[in-house]
């Protein structure tokens, strides 16, 4: 009599590492295994670092030879967003007494994402001017570490002046972050108004500008006159 010896489930699929870039999914990803034996197969594929990359299977628990013979196999990879760096996905075939492990690499690149503001309300008294400070800009980025690099002034106000070291302002003009000390807006002269103007601006990282321009408001407080 010749005995029957378990043999081990093979996974075919060829597996390689991969980069993707940050924010991007992985759909439909084909898995094919097979068992000379026909057993039922326990199927697993993980991530092991579900913080960057999250693995779904279009199958749970176990599967029969009839499902990985004639079935496809796939699972999806997404993406959390914001998140980079270097993911494991591990797959395993056990027939629950031997199994194949086998695994590739996905290095998520990071991308730069654009950071936002709020829109700016401010309230002077007539006849005085604002200086501007850095803190006025609020800014938030997803990327740990991007900090106000510069402000674009998208539109301009239509009252008063807007200037930077004593030059008007143009439309679409960056300013440094270090400049932002010596921008001054002027109302005219025995006016008020609450609002009394606005203008617009966007925030810059170093590498990309908001996506959406945000509007600052002056307000302008009535003094008596002699």
Do not use: H
Not at 7 to 35: C, G, K
Not at 84 to 104: E, H, K, P
Not at 119 to 128: A, P, Q, R, S, V
Not at 169 to 175: D, G, R, Y
């Amino acid at each position: 009599d010749i005995t029957s010896v378990d043999d081990t489930p093979i996974i075919n699929t060829t597996l390689n590492n991969i980069s993707i870039a940050e924010d991007t999914n992985i759909t439909n990803y084909e898995l094919n295994v097979t068992d000379i034996d026909g057993d039922n197969l326990i199927l697993s594929v993980d991530s092991n670092d579900t913080s960057i990359l999250n693995v779904i299977p279009s199958w749970s628990g176990f599967i029969n030879q009839a499902t990985y013979d004639y079935e496809t196999l796939d699972f999806n990879i997404t993406s959390m967003p914001n998140a980079s760096g270097l993911v494991r996905i591990t797959i395993i075939a056990d027939d629950g007494d031997l199994n194949t492990t086998r695994y590739f690499d996905i290095n998520v690149t990071a991308l730069n994402d654009a950071p936002t503001s709020t829109d700016l309300n401010i309230t002077i008294n007539e006849d005085t001017n604002k200086t501007f400070i850095t803190s006025d800009f609020t800014f938030s980025d997803a990327d740990a570490g991007d900090l106000l690099e510069s402000i674009v002034i998208t539109s301009l106000p239509t009252k008063g002046t807007l200037q930077l070291n004593n030059v008007d302002v143009t439309q679409e003009q960056v300013i440094p972050e270090l400049s932002i000390a010596n921008l001054v807006y002027s109302p005219l002269a025995n006016e008020n108004a609450t609002p009394y103007t606005t203008f617009g601006f966007k925030v810059n990282d170093g590498e990309a500008n908001s996506t959406s321009s945000y509007t600052a408001t002056v307000n302008v407080t009535p003094l008596d006159d002699a």
